[in-house]
């Protein structure tokens, strides 16, 4: 499985930007997809994911601010943000998890930077 991101830039506080992530190759078994983020010199933190069925999973710090959806058949996951705050500037990395038989693979993409400043 491949994962390809894009949608990250520069934003004011307030604003909005929308990621989205494209997945490739073995996509039929993959089960859930998400973002995560990597600000710098802090570990990499959930975000939001998203179960084939439609089940999603929200940080706390992103709760009513961010939306994750998915296209199944487009194998397209994306994150719409909202309201954002300078303390969202991060690096942000999609996620794909494919189950196979009693297996576990996690796939991710290269990172899409979003910055929130003024």
């Given at each position: 499985v491949q994962?390809?991101?894009?949608?990250?830039?520069?934003v004011q506080p307030g604003g909005s930007l929308r990621l989205s992530c494209v997945a490739?190759?073995?996509?039929?078994?993959?089960?859930?997809?998400?973002?995560?983020?990597?600000?710098l010199g802090k570990q990499r933190e959930l975000v939001a994911t998203i179960t084939r069925g439609g089940s999603t999973n929200y940080a706390d710090s992103v709760k009513d601010r961010f939306t994750i959806s998915r296209?199944?058949?487009?194998?397209?996951?994306i994150l719409e943000m909202n309201s954002l705050k300078p303390q969202d500037t991060a690096v942000y990395y999609c996620?794909?998890?494919?189950?196979?038989?009693?297996t576990r693979y996690d796939y991710w993409g290269q990172g899409t930077l979003v910055t929130v400043s003024s």
């Open positions: 994962l390809q991101a894009s949608g990250g830039g520069l490739s190759g073995f996509v039929s078994s993959i089960n859930v997809m998400g973002w995560y983020r990597q600000a296209d199944n058949v487009k194998n397209m996951v996620k794909a998890v494919r189950q196979v038989a009693s």
